[in-house]
């Protein structure tokens, strides 16, 4: 469950143009959606899902990255993709501070040994300072990509 | 009040293993605490009040962890640390004579987590 196995290419978001909550989950879900994910469901209901799964716990949980995330029977391997606010969004964090990283996972509903990999990967790249650094500074879509792919091919 | 050091094993009974809800719980009791405190899954030690650190550890359900907590308030923090696990049924503690057969059965469930189908049924998290 390397990042670049579950991450949307062409769903990834340079520069969130949200400033909530509820604000970025639905624009990186309706990312998703553009980018042919989610056929045959309403993308309405995946970000009903993944806002109370935050009620339950932000998912902000500090460093300056969040992993918002949730189960859905409409996806049938896990799906994600990657997001930057430069400005940073209030997302209710474990330490008070503003988000500025987030990967939204969406899994199918029996497969939690997935989900828990998926979560493996990704908080050893969110772990590393330099790596959501770069992130933040990306110049493009495409430079995102190339440090996913780099951490993968390069774990710390 | 002097320093001690405590560890306690634990298995994981949740079928959705020791996932994020869990995980950012344990932490935030952990932060309360001046303890030095860590969450160990065979040669992988984490930071017990770090949830980045703790989802390294990828525990799914059976895999057994050891909780070790060192410092002043070190058994207040383990009696905490076990409530959450306890309360959210992620986790139970493993009497000694138990670990040999959760040994076995922990390592036959890490081999079924590895395949595509794990076939846990679901459950919110």
């Known amino acids: ?21 509820e604000g970025v989950i639905r624009e990186m879900v309706e990312s998703l959606r553009a980018a042919g994910m ?19 716990g932000s998912t902000g949980i500090g460093r300056r990255v969040a ?36 990967v ?37 879509r495409e430079a995102i990509w190339a440090l996913l792919d780099d951490a993968d091919h390069h774990p710390t | 009040m002097h320093e001690t ?26 932060l309360r605490f001046q303890s030095h405190i860590t969450v160990s899954r065979a040669n992988h030690e984490a930071d017990g009040k770090s949830p980045l650190s703790l989802m390294g550890l990828a525990a799914g359900q059976g895999t057994e962890l050891l909780v070790k907590v060192a410092g002043l308030d070190a058994q207040a923090a383990l009696k905490a640390l076990l409530d959450v696990l306890g309360s959210l049924s992620v986790a139970a503690e493993v009497r000694e004579q138990e670990v040999e057969e959760g040994n076995r059965a922990s390592e036959s469930r890490d081999k079924e987590n590895g395949t595509l189908d794990s076939g846990f049924p679901g459950s919110g998290h």
């Open chain 1, 67 to 102: 992993i918002p995330h949730t189960k859905h029977n409409s996806v049938e391997r896990l799906i994600g993709t990657v997001a930057v606010s430069k400005g940073g969004v209030a997302f209710d964090s474990l330490d008070g501070e503003p988000v500025n990283v987030f």
């Open chain 1, 104 to 140: 939204l996972l969406v899994s199918p509903q029996d497969r939690p040994g997935d989900h828990l990999r998926a979560l493996e990967n990704v908080s050893r790249c969110l772990r590393d300072d330099g790596f959501v650094r770069s992130l933040r500074h990306a110049p493009s």
């Open chain 1, 1 to 21: 469950m390397r990042m670049s196995d579950f991450v949307v290419r062409e769903a990834i978001i340079l520069d969130l143009a949200a400033t909530t909550k």
């Open chain 2, 5 to 30: 050091s405590q560890q306690r094993k634990v298995v994981v009974i949740n079928p959705e293993g020791f996932h994020m809800r869990p995980i950012a719980a344990f932490a935030e009791t952990a």
């Open chain 1, 38 to 56: 989610f056929r045959g469901a309403d993308p309405e209901d995946i970000v009903r899902a993944i806002l109370k799964r935050e009620l339950l």
